[in-house]
């Protein structure tokens, strides 16, 4: 695997693009060998990737929700014990 993120634009990446990505940055953050000003740049971008994933992943949720209601099965609710 490349050490290097991507430098594919965010908004064109799949989820798993996207991780992969965002695991790259941090990789390279942590190893801590990149100048300042490429550690601010780096993680700038893992926190556009971070907002990408959380997007993509409530996108998911809500069409699982969606089938869930057309199926007729409850959605956005968990049964409480006790009540």
Known sequence: ???KPTEKPIGAMTF???MIALEQ???ALERGDVPLEQS???YERGAALKAHCAA???DA???VELIRAQ???AVGT???EGM
Do not use: C, F, Q, Y
Request: aromatic residues 0%; negative net charge; without cysteine.
């Open 1 to 3: 695997m490349n050490d």
């Open 16 to 18: 798993e693009e996207a």
């Open 25 to 27: 940055v941090v990789g």
């Open 40 to 42: 601010i740049a780096l």
């Open 56 to 58: 993509k992943l409530k």
């Open 61 to 63: 949720e809500e069409k």
């Open 71 to 73: 199926e007729g099965r």
């Open 78 to 80: 968990t049964p409480v």
